[in-house]
């Protein structure tokens, strides 16, 4: 055969991967821009707002409920929701939707960007269809606070109760004139030695007000501090790969964590011998213990690895019902230790994936996996890379995570040619409430790009036998032939 005749045949399955990158979703937008001299217009007002704050967990969890109307005399669709400026940062996941409506899709929400040196910034929240003049709506904003609970002392023995602080302001945030509103706080336990603002108290819950006619921007100042008895788990990155092999028929998932315990610190050293003689009646206490991390049904060979090697202290089970994930870190982590490590497993790809007609590929993940634990699991930011086999093109995707960017590249391994196609999402803030969001990922993959490996393998050991035989053919010696 000539070698023609072998590059034309060869050629088609390389030149597809080149055209990816013009087929990827656009992404969702994380801010728009606007002028330096922007206000938000008083259109609206909150005719009644029922804010709820809830502290039971390792980050701050909010939901505000508010009815408001249109008081210009034009239909309004564009309603802001301010945050303080240092606290925009740390906001994540902000979501509003019809309250009376929950069958609706959410509505869409950006931040605005306007001047970076404003102690006030804001998310504009868009209707889905605007508000007629002196019409009202309800709407439900729920959002959650990243690294916001400080604790109090920020140093403790190892034995000593935690506490954590919360500082916040009495009033809902809000840009415009609110006629009735409230504030609730619910904790996760009864111990609150500390707090501000005469709020009435009922058990785990305290209530602000109610308040009447506050203006916008109205702030009141209070604090609270409480005991918590968990760590305050969160990661500062999360890198997760999610890789596709055809050939295989595997789906093989690896996250790479930076964990930190944002909790009170040890004011000593830390003792082995305290901490083992505690464990026997097993108190609470604030620093890591374990992590639980539920795969999905059917996962298997998974590991657990960190900067020195294999770590032996985890447990796997998995049946027909559950796969769980149980990770004993080789110390316990407190407050202000850092914890890096990596988990990995398979799965079956088939239940994952499905084809569509005319030859495309719908492929179906959880966004995020990682530990499920009752304090709760913060990132500051995570990494999603879906890497799929050589010669996917036509890639979209969508997912109800907000995202701060997406891109296509390539990434090469064994007995690649020009790379796998490879779909990568960042996300900020992000709680572990996100572990039930879906990511669905299509794509084209035409039949004669499955073929690219084994051709590519095919071609190497012919190459590597043609050399051999030319090299055999050589004649080295010194001397003349007889």
């Not at 925009?88 to 409506?101: F, M, N, P, Q, T």
Request: with cysteine; aromatic share 10%.
């Amino acid at each position: 055969m000539k070698l023609s005749t072998i590059v034309g045949a060869c050629l088609p399955l390389f030149q597809s991967i080149n055209a990816a990158d013009t087929n990827l979703s656009a992404p969702l937008p994380s801010h728009i821009v606007l002028s330096r001299s922007f206000k938000p217009p008083q259109v609206f007002k909150n005719v009644n707002l029922l804010r709820n704050v809830n502290l039971e967990k390792a980050y701050v969890k909010e939901l505000v409920n508010v009815v408001i109307q249109n008081t210009d005399p034009k239909p309004q669709d564009e309603y802001y929701f301010p945050f303080e400026a240092h606290v925009i940062g740390k906001v994540g996941g902000l979501e509003a939707r019809d309250k009376k409506d929950s069958s609706k899709p959410v509505f869409r929400s950006e931040l605005v960007e306007y001047d970076a040196s404003s102690l006030t910034q804001f998310y504009r929240v868009t209707l889905s269809e605007p508000l007629k003049p002196s019409a009202q709506q309800t709407l439900s904003i729920s959002y959650h606070l990243l690294s916001s609970l400080m604790p109090l002392p920020a140093t403790i023995n190892q034995q000593d109760k935690q506490y954590l602080q919360y500082s916040f302001s009495t009033y809902a945030p809000s840009a415009y004139l609110t006629q009735k509103q409230k504030t609730k706080i619910k904790f996760p336990g009864v111990d609150i030695p500390d707090y501000t603002g005469g709020p009435e108290r009922q058990g785990t819950t305290f209530t602000y007000g109610p308040y009447d006619n506050i203006p916008a921007g109205a702030e009141s100042a209070a604090s609270v501090r409480y005991e918590y008895t968990k760590p305050v788990i969160h990661a500062t990155l999360l890198e997760r790969d999610v890789e596709i092999s055809h050939w295989g028929g595997n789906l093989a998932t690896e996250e790479r964590y930076w964990l930190t315990n944002e909790g009170a610190t040890l004011a000593n050293q830390f003792s082995r011998v305290v901490w083992q003689s505690t464990q026997y009646y097993n108190p609470p206490t604030p620093a890591i213990k374990s992590l639980n991390i539920p795969l999905q049904i059917g996962s298997l060979n998974p590991y657990f690895t960190d900067d020195i090697g294999n770590v032996s202290t985890s447990a796997f089970r998995s049946n027909s019902r559950e796969a769980n994930l149980e990770l004993k870190p080789r110390y316990p982590i407190f407050g202000g230790w850092n914890f890096p490590f990596r988990i990995g497993w398979d799965a079956n790809l088939k239940n994952f994936l499905r084809t569509v007609k005319g030859g495309g590929y719908v492929l179906n993940v959880p966004f995020l996996e990682g530990p499920k634990m009752n304090e709760g699991v913060s990132y500051e930011k995570i990494s999603l890379r879906v890497i799929l086999p050589e010669g996917a093109t036509n890639v979209k995707y969508e997912t109800a995570v907000p995202l701060v960017s997406s891109s296509i590249t390539l990434h090469r391994t064994f007995m690649d040619t020009v790379g796998r196609t490879t779909l990568t999402l960042t996300a900020m803030n992000v709680v572990d409430e996100s572990r039930n969001e879906e990511l669905i990922v299509t794509y084209d993959y035409p039949l004669i790009a499955g073929f690219r490996k084994p051709i590519t393998i095919f071609v190497g050991v012919l190459a590597v036998f043609i050399t051999a035989w030319v090299i055999g053919r050589l004649d080295v010696s010194i001397g003349r032939k007889a």
